[in-house]
Nanobody
Framework: QVQLVESGGGLVQPGGSLRLSCAAS????????MAWYRQAPGKQRELVAA???????NYADSAKGRFTISRDAAKHTVYLQMNSLKPEDTTVYYC?????????WGQGTQVTVSS
């Protein structure tokens, strides 16, 4: 079993930055992909960015050039550095860990971009 705990969300002005963190604990398989998703009310959850255990990354078009995903393998933590934030980035962000056997989700952290 794996637990994912997100942190770092909050209120920021347009153009500002936030860094989300997701710490994994429990029985962690070394080969996994960690990702950030977001879900606005009434919409499907969408991929923001993902990073494999080998360090390969993938970004949604809306995140390219503004967001950077990274991971600290020793700390079992994944980060999402979000710059140049826009009001349309406002929503709940979820951390995901994808392993060969299961998919795990965090509880979500709210990001609000508003002046």
């Amino acid at each position: 079993q794996v637990q994912l705990v997100e942190s770092g969300g909050g209120l920021v002005q347009p153009g500002g930055s936030l860094r989300l963190s997701c710490a994994a604990s429990g029985t962690i398989v070394s080969i996994n992909t960690m990702a950030w998703y977001r879900q606005a009310p009434g919409k499907q959850r969408e991929l923001v960015a993902a990073i494999t255990s080998g360090g390969s990354t993938n970004y949604a078009d809306s995140a390219k050039g503004r967001f950077t995903i990274s991971r600290d393998a020793a700390k079992h933590t994944v980060y999402l550095q979000m710059n140049s934030l826009k009001p349309e980035d406002t929503t709940v962000y979820y951390c995901q860990m994808l392993t060969p056997l299961r998919t795990y989700w965090g509880q979500g952290t709210q990001v609000t971009v508003s002046s």
